[in-house]
């Protein structure tokens, strides 16, 4: 008897200890990097090739290249990923709708991360630019970015890097791709 007492103890200890926990909502925002990955794939099938250029502190340099390493071509927009654990509730979000076009719009509300704002413009569900100002300071360096990527015609990149005891440093990459 008592060896039945402490089995249904035990079950009952079991199944109350089973009981729903509270579900944790995680709000979930726009992945840069699935997009980009998806966007490298595109890249290789078609084998883009760039017009790349280059302007640092008012030198400019043209090159027309093959990329042989997407992921690298293109980490600033990598770094740029607001859909990350760390910036969990970090950002609002604003949508406009119209009948063809979509406007998502991120801005940070938390000091500390480093995408201020993303805005996403989609035409008949697909995206065709993103737009992202990047802010990355502490107290040796800082770096402000501009990054607009516009799906099959190209990328641009400017900004102003500024470290101790240095002058700043402007910089702009401008890139349209070639099919």
């Not at 607009?148 to 900004?159: A, F, K, L, T, V």
Request: proline share 4%.
């Amino acid at each position: 008897m008592n060896r039945n007492i402490n089995t249904f103890i035990s079950l009952l200890l079991l199944f109350s200890s089973c009981t729903d926990a509270p579900v944790v909502k995680h709000e979930t925002y726009f992945s840069i990097s699935t997009f980009m990955n998806h966007e490298i794939k595109q890249h290789q099938t078609t084998k883009t090739r760039l017009i790349k250029v280059v302007t640092r502190d008012h030198k400019s340099e043209t090159k027309e290249i093959t990329v042989s390493n997407w992921e690298h071509e293109l980490k600033p927009f990598f770094e740029s990923d607001i859909d990350k654990p760390a910036w969990h509730l970090a950002y609002d979000c604003d949508t406009v709708k119209t009948d063809s076009l979509l406007q998502i719009v991120y801005v940070a509300n938390d000091p500390k991360a480093p995408v201020r704002r993303m805005q996403i413009d989609y035409f008949q569900d697909q995206i065709q630019r993103i737009d992202i100002q990047f802010e990355k300071n502490n107290p040796w360096f800082s770096l402000k970015r501009k990054l607009i990527y516009q799906r099959d015609i190209g990328y641009q990149i400017s900004g102003e890097q500024n470290m101790v005891l240095s002058d700043p440093s402007l910089f702009e990459i401008n890139v349209k791709f070639i099919h």
